[in-house]
């Protein structure tokens, strides 16, 4: 069983950065030739595509984040990042981490939830006003 571990969040003012991890645990899974995604839910509303960063690297945001949020990887620490600057309070959700196994076939599909076949139990972030 794939397992998904976000950690990195917390609360921090509006016009602050807080940077958001992402690891595998369980049995050994590389992450570093994944298609890997960001997704985040508020109370009450639904999940939401956030980031998304393909098998070769290529990263997509969502519109809302464009430019203040940025996706990478770490191939040695087979870790996956989420870097989150100028934050607001409309940011404030849980933010999940999630994997592709290869359901993955055309650009629309990074944006979708369901594409994604592992997830994180994910973190809280909170940005004050």
């Known amino acids: 069983q794939v397992q998904l571990v976000e950690s990195g969040g917390g609360l921090v003012q509006a016009g602050g950065s807080m940077r958001l991890s992402c690891t595998a645990s369980?049995?050994?899974?590389?992450?570093?030739?994944?298609?890997m995604g960001w997704f985040r839910q508020a109370p009450g509303k639904e999940r939401e595509f956030v980031a998304a960063?393909?098998?070769?690297?290529?990263?997509y945001y969502a519109d809302s984040v464009k430019g203040r949020f940025t996706i990478s990887r770490d191939n040695g620490k087979n870790t996956v990042y989420l870097q989150m600057n100028s934050l607001k309070p409309e940011d404030t959700a849980t933010y999940y981490c999630?994997?592709?196994?290869?359901?993955?076939?055309?650009?629309?599909?990074?944006?979708?939830?369901?594409?994604?076949?592992?997830w994180g139990q994910g973190t809280q972030v909170t940005v004050s006003s």
């Open positions: 999630a994997a592709d196994y290869g359901a993955i076939r055309y650009m629309g599909d990074y944006f979708m939830p369901t594409s994604y076949a592992f």
């Open positions: 960063l393909t098998s070769v690297s290529i990263p």
């Open positions: 369980g049995r050994t899974v590389t992450l570093t030739d994944r298609n």
